[in-house]
DNA sequence: CGAATTACGTCAGCCATGTTGACATACTTT
DNA sequence: AAAGTATGTCAACATGGCTGACGTAATTCG
């Protein structure tokens, strides 16, 4: 018995107050509280789907962050990719050292600031990176498809509205330099 | 300069090839990328909050979620606790440990089998819970609103069909025993 | 009754990923 | 020449996971 998380317990008190009485359609809070939930098991699953895939390289999720946003941002400095990972160099070091040696990543010195090290994926590397984003974005196109016509777009200002909004500009500028798709962020959220 | 991630590389190749050709609303390549970044940005945020407040008590996420699911399901013995944070009881140890000691989560033996040990979050305890869930939810809620009319159906929708399909019904279980909303997941996902 | 199983706890050792602080090295700027 | 900057590196440490092994109490099964 008790195999999965079938597992409930004997579940005493459920006297069903509060909630369900504004059967309506307004956020109350087991509603909201239902969507947290959520938003914990579908995260969870959303990066399971890479980790398991990475295992069999050798690599963890922070390799993972580092081939996504380097590959994203081809001459990334090192510098840059410590600001969006929010990570010492002391933490990366290790993890890029990793890439560099097995062959996912290059560095090349910066033109006209030699002390730079403008990072490059390779395309060794972006097989991988590919690979993973494939199987991510799977993920969330049918989830897209079984919520709706319309879900996507709603999905994105939802989600660019969880963002803190002193790093909102960033993000914006940072998935949509990378890649060119146009203003529908900046734009439409304003 | 290069305060925030402000910071671009020098950004060489930005052909824009493919993408943008299907101006239209199908779930591109590109469009299902900014999805994926917004997520990661949007959870990381998601979790800052609750982050924060926890440090102040010594805790950590570990610590939340023990909480948290205790909190909303009263009762839950320990293997119960370990199938769904998905950790062994060596890792639960020390956490669930730690809050006993400072009185944020109390232990009972079972009646039918005294074996088990039923969990259940002191007031103290609770005070906290709703701290850290309110914070979370606040966030859940502002976003919502600035998502649309309908967009808390959808992504309702979106999240549950993200969860590894083997798992929905057990996390649709999971939330809906706790909450008693009725059948919202259960039904509509269908 | 006695043996096996179960629920839980605990000890020991390991790994991945993060942190600070201090320092070295190469390069640029003033 | 001196100061500042970009990066790398060493050392020590914390957190939160893991496995394996073992103990103990209680239940169940033969």
Redesign the pocket.
């Known amino acids: 018995?008790?195999s999965e998380f079938t597992a409930r317990p004997t579940r005493p008190n459920r006297t069903d107050t509060s909630a369900r009485a504004s059967s309506g359609v307004s956020n109350t809070r087991e509603t909201l509280m239902a969507c947290m939930e959520l938003l914990f098991f579908a995260y969870r699953d959303f990066i399971g789907d890479p980790d398991s895939m990475?295992e069999r390289y050798?690599?963890?999720?922070?390799?993972?962050?580092v081939l996504h946003f380097v590959g994203r941002n081809p001459g990334l400095?090192?510098?840059?990719?410590?600001v969006i990972?929010?990570?010492?160099?002391?933490?990366?070091?290790?993890?890029?050292?990793?890439l560099?040696d097995e062959g996912y990543v290059t560095?090349e010195?910066?033109q006209?600031?030699?002390?730079?090290?403008?990072?490059y994926v390779t395309q060794k590397g972006m097989k991988l990176t590919d690979q993973l984003a494939d199987l991510q974005m799977a993920r969330i196109k049918e989830a897209l498809e079984s919520a709706g016509p319309d879900s996507e777009e709603t999905l994105r200002r939802f989600l660019f509205a969880m963002i803190a909004e002193d790093e909102r500009s960033n993000v914006a500028r940072l998935i949509d330099g990378a890649t060119n798709t146009g203003n529908q962020l900046t734009g439409s959220t304003t």
């Open positions: 018995m008790n990475l050798g690599f963890g999720r922070a390799h993972h962050r400095r090192v510098a840059d990719l410590l990972l929010r990570i010492t160099k002391q933490s990366l070091a290790p993890v890029l050292k990793q560099v560095q010195a910066g006209s600031d030699r002390r730079e090290r403008h990072l």
